[in-house]
């Protein structure tokens, strides 16, 4: 198409061809909103009372899965994997309940700052034993979420402690409108406020390309052992926010690690990141976040019988990746 | 080579490397001069790929000394070696296959306007630099690769093997660009196989074997026999007889075609082939990058399936629905890229005999004393070398070749499609292919060979088919088959007429003996070629 167009001016292309490009480049992104939105007209047709302040709570209910889905996110596109985020979470949960219980709010602004450097080190202790030992990451990573789920009963051995009241109000109601929820808006900032620049830094490139090809990477001079520290450290940070987060909308910290890191595989998968490394982005997986737990809303409005709907939650989830994976295979043949 | 040490560029002395009981390296030297185009030469498992890993930072030397500028230099990784001054072009392309284009140069910090400078020269100015790399066909990742090198203007730049998968009019530019960096301060290490490009570019040539440096050469027109010579030791001389008497087979018309294909088509890239390839006949394909031969190859392996036409073996219709259809119909299939073809960490006889074991035996136990028998005889036949056995992919790359056509010589041949199965290996093993597919056909066996190299046609068929555009244009006898008819039939030009690339010319006039000038005098120009393509000689200026 361009091939007429002098060399040096075909950087520029027209805005259709842009839209277009952008269009094929996202196109899991663009057909998962699509099933979103399917999915909450569903939700309302069922429930017709639906509105606003369930919305609001779906958005808290979500907040720590959707933290934790870019956690995992993060590592997988640098060709790794994560089993330790649901144990790091609730470690960085319970450390902070406990911390800020019956203080200050301003005490509460110091330990969330400390946590968010707790999740720091817990990231950078399982990147650098991925790294330096060798073995394989899934070994290393189950491994140590026993490690971090020990730990956290080792502070607290049953639920309990507190957060700061301005900590809990940054999850519930609404923002400015009473259909944008305060939860998501705060979860999307600061998800965004991490990733953009990380995605358009060297960095991210470089998070990118050893994920996609690490030979290929090696030899354009990108230095591939400290690249995958950073991506862990990158998921110990937002598993840090994913415990945040689980003790601002419970109110308490749980040593016990909920079912978050297999789920955060599940949203990473069903959000379009290739678990081969080097494809997708943060985007897809909170879209697909929200969309597995409408799924489940709305399995529970049709009163399918709740072991019946996990079964049927699996069901659909390799549904979906199998027609997604279909329909772009097609797309980048034709 | 009486150089004082100043005035080399790149010096490397005594390096060794071994792994394990393996020496890759025993003592490798290379000096190379500013301005010189040098060609670093060897054999099978000499040891060239090492030196280049370690020049570049991928391994690490047991031994030697490296120098850039007289500084030594600390390559630790292919990063700390580019800061060295050392920049290299790999066999296969060093792009990140998700990134597009612009981030791969982001990444390597790679200025785009030189970039794009140099992709016009290398005659590839379309290119979107907004196109993921994984989409982009091989041969333009190679010149990508290969003009992001360029524009990061390193000391020494090396190429390895940079022209093996490159269609004849790409290697022609590529050659050119090259030639051009003569006479300035930056050198250039090159790597081929093909002798009439290191003619054509290379000053200098360092020959290595067995893992030593055995002698520097002046690059004149006759000194190919020096070097083939210092490469090979004494097998130089056997192997050519063998190929040129094997070479003189007859084929008659009248016999049931083992193959043949009647209108095949595959969306739009294959348009319209058909051939007979008949018992005891090697059939030659030849096409420039990209007009349908690789379509075809997957339909004959079963890979893929036609949108068109048929295909009958022994006069049967067959429609292959997977590579299984196509190995029971006795069509077996060897490819250039040998990963596709090999479990890389299997051994030298698991590989050879995987294929055979389905017909050894269905179910049950294999029977191992019949499988090591019939394997170890193909290992002989093939005359691989099998000091690394244990794992496949410690072999040398033309060992890997020679695994990857035994496994099916194991069991006995009928029709053997053999895709580019000399890419990237070193001229004695070529040899060697060329006289077992000879002998594969003096024993019955039908054998299609595309080749990327024209020279092979004349060496190994009977006859060749020539494919443009997804259709079949010519078939030349072996008699005809000469590069320039070759050349001119793939660009699908009436015999008689100019060809458009006039460097092609001078390149094949190469190896005829004229002086290596002349692919220096002054360029005529024909008229599609970009103006200022034509006179660059230094690196572009930063634009505007």
């Known amino acids: 198409m361009s091939a007429a167009a002098p060399p040096l001016g075909a950087a520029q292309a027209r805005p259709l061809d842009t839209l277009v490009a952008f269009t094929r480049r996202n196109a899991w992104s663009i057909g998962l909103i699509a099933v979103l939105v399917g999915l909450l007209l569903f939700t309302k047709a069922l429930q017709p009372r639906y509105g606003p302040i369930t919305l609001q709570g779906l958005a808290t209910s979500v907040q720590p899965l959707l933290l934790a889905a870019v956690a995992q996110a993060i590592v997988v596109i640098s060709g790794g994997i994560d089993l330790s985020i649901g144990s790091m979470m609730a470690l960085t949960s319970v450390v902070s309940a406990s911390l800020m219980a019956k203080q200050s709010e301003e005490v509460g602004v110091a330990v969330v700052l400390g946590v968010l450097l707790l999740g720091i080190a817990l990231g950078a202790v399982n990147g650098a034993v991925v790294v330096i030992t060798r073995v394989p990451d899934i070994?290393?990573?189950?491994?140590?979420?026993?490690?971090?789920?020990?730990?956290?009963?080792?502070?607290?051995?049953?639920?309990?402690?507190?957060?700061?009241?301005?900590?809990?109000?940054?999850?519930?109601?609404?923002?400015?409108?009473?259909?944008?929820?305060?939860?998501?808006?705060?979860?999307?900032?600061?998800?965004?406020?991490?990733?953009?620049?990380?995605?358009?830094?060297?960095?991210?490139?470089?998070?990118?390309?050893?994920?996609?090809?690490?030979?290929?990477?090696?030899?354009?001079?990108?230095?591939v052992g400290p690249t995958r520290f950073a991506a862990y450290v990158m998921t110990g940070l937002f598993s840090a926010l994913a415990g945040l987060s689980l003790t601002a909308t419970t109110g308490i910290g749980s040593p016990v690690p909920g079912p978050y890191t297999l789920f955060s595989v599940a949203a990473v998968v069903l959000g379009g990141v290739s678990l081969a490394g080097g494809r997708g982005g943060v985007f897809g997986p909170i879209v697909a976040v929200v969309v597995l737990q409408l799924i489940q809303t709305d399995l529970t409005f049709l009163r399918v019988d709740s072991n019946l709907a996990l079964v049927a939650q699996g069901a659909i989830l390799i549904a979906v990746v199998m027609v997604g994976s279909l329909i772009t295979m097609r797309r980048s043949r034709g | 080579?009486?150089?004082?040490?100043?005035?080399?560029?790149?010096?490397?002395?005594?390096?060794?490397?071994?792994?394990?009981?393996?020496?890759?390296?025993?003592?490798?030297?290379?000096?190379?001069?500013?301005?010189?185009?040098?060609?670093?030469?060897?054999?099978?498992?000499?040891?060239?790929?090492?030196?280049?890993?370690?020049?570049?930072?991928?391994?690490?030397?047991?031994?030697?000394?490296?120098?850039?500028?007289?500084?030594?230099?600390?390559?630790?990784?292919?990063?700390?070696?580019?800061?060295?001054?050392?920049?290299?072009?790999?066999?296969?392309?060093?792009?990140?296959?998700?990134?597009?284009?612009?981030?791969?140069?982001?990444?390597?910090?790679?200025?785009?306007?030189?970039?794009?400078?140099?992709?016009?020269?290398?005659?590839?100015?379309?290119?979107?630099?907004?196109?993921?790399?994984?989409?982009?066909?091989?041969?333009?990742?190679?010149?990508?690769?290969?003009?992001?090198?360029?524009?990061?203007?390193?000391?020494?730049?090396?190429?390895?093997?940079?022209?093996?998968?490159?269609?004849?009019?790409?290697?022609?530019?590529?050659?050119?660009?090259?030639?051009?960096?003569?006479?300035?301060?930056?050198?250039?290490?090159?790597?081929?196989?093909?002798?009439?490009?290191?003619?054509?570019?290379?000053?200098?040539?360092?020959?290595?074997?067995?893992?030593?440096?055995?002698?520097?050469?002046?690059?004149?027109?006759?000194?190919?026999?020096?070097?083939?010579?210092?490469m090979l030791g004494q097998i130089a001389e056997d192997i050519p007889d063998a190929v040129e008497q094997a070479s003189t087979h007859v084929t008659t018309a009248d016999v049931v075609p083992r193959l043949s294909a009647r209108s095949l088509g595959s969306g739009a890239k294959l348009d319209d082939v058909s051939f007979d390839l008949r018992p005891g006949e090697v059939l030659g394909v030849v096409a420039l990058e990209g007009q349908g031969q690789d379509e075809l190859f997957d339909i004959l392996a079963g890979m893929s399936r036609p949108t068109g036409g048929s295909v009958t073996v022994d006069g049967s219709p067959v429609a292959f629905r997977h590579p299984a259809d196509a190995i029971r119909a006795g069509v077996v299939y060897v490819a250039a890229d040998r990963a596709e073809a090999l479990l890389m960490q299997r051994s030298v006889r698991e590989n050879i005999a995987l294929p055979l074991v389905a017909r050894l035996r269905r179910w049950g136990p294999i029977n191992l004393g019949e499988e090591r028998r019939i394997v170890d005889g193909a290992i002989q036949t093939l005359q691989i070398d099998t000091r690394a056995k244990g794992e496949v992919r410690r072999l040398s790359g033309g060992n890997q070749q020679k695994v990857t056509i035994a496994r099916w010589v194991a069991g006995g041949v009928r029709t053997m499609i053999c895709f580019d199965p000399t890419r990237g290996i070193d001229i004695g093993t070529k040899r060697q292919i060329y006289a077992l597919l000879r002998d594969l056909a003096a024993a019955g066996a039908a054998i299609l060979l595309y080749t990327s190299e024209l020279k092979e046609v004349q060496l190994v068929c009977d006859r060749a088919i020539v494919i443009f555009g997804g259709k079949v244009v010519r078939e030349l006898s072996r008699a005809e088959a000469d590069e320039p008819a070759l050349l001119r039939a793939a660009y699908n030009l009436r015999s008689d007429s100019e060809l458009p690339e006039v460097a092609v010319a001078e390149i094949v006039a190469q190896a005829d003996g004229t002086p290596v000038e002349a692919i220096e005098s002054p360029d005529p120009a024909p008229p599609e070629r970009p103006a200022a393509a034509a006179s660059i000689s230094n690196p572009p200026d930063e634009p505007e």
């Open chain 2, 1 to 230: 080579m009486t150089v004082a040490a100043t005035d080399l560029l790149l010096e490397a002395t005594g390096v060794a490397k071994t792994y394990g009981a393996v020496v890759a390296l025993r003592s490798a030297s290379l000096a190379v001069r500013p301005g010189e185009v040098h060609a670093l030469m060897g054999a099978n498992g000499a040891g060239k790929s090492t030196l280049v890993k370690i020049l570049t930072g991928a391994v690490r030397p047991d031994a030697g000394t490296i120098t850039v500028h007289g500084r030594p230099l600390v390559a630790s990784s292919p990063a700390a070696a580019r800061r060295g001054g050392i920049v290299s072009v790999y066999q296969e392309p060093a792009l990140i296959p998700d990134l597009d284009i612009r981030s791969n140069l982001r990444l390597t910090a790679t200025p785009i306007e030189p970039f794009r400078n140099w992709l016009d020269q290398l005659g590839v100015a379309d290119l979107d630099l907004s196109a993921l790399a994984r989409r982009l066909p091989l041969a333009t990742l190679r010149v990508v690769d290969l003009a992001r090198a360029l524009a990061i203007e390193p000391d020494v730049l090396m190429l390895d093997e940079m022209t093996a998968a490159l269609p004849a009019n790409l290697t022609e530019r590529v050659l050119e660009v090259i030639g051009r960096q003569r006479g300035g301060e930056r050198c250039v290490v090159f790597i081929s196989h093909r002798m009439i490009e290191i003619g054509a570019v290379c000053d200098r040539a360092t020959v290595l074997r067995e893992g030593a440096t055995v002698g520097v050469v002046d690059v004149t027109p006759g000194s190919e026999n020096r070097i083939v010579e210092l």
């Open chain 1, 139 to 223: 070994v290393v990573t189950l491994a140590m979420s026993f490690v971090w789920a020990g730990s956290a009963l080792l502070v607290r051995s049953a639920p309990g402690g507190g957060a700061a009241s301005w900590l809990k109000s940054l999850v519930v109601g609404p923002l400015a409108n009473e259909w944008i929820p305060k939860a998501a808006v705060v979860a999307l900032v600061v998800v965004f406020v991490v990733w953009i620049p990380l995605s358009r830094s060297r960095l991210g490139l470089s998070i990118y390309s050893i994920g996609s090809d690490r030979l290929a990477a090696f030899r354009s001079g990108v230095s």
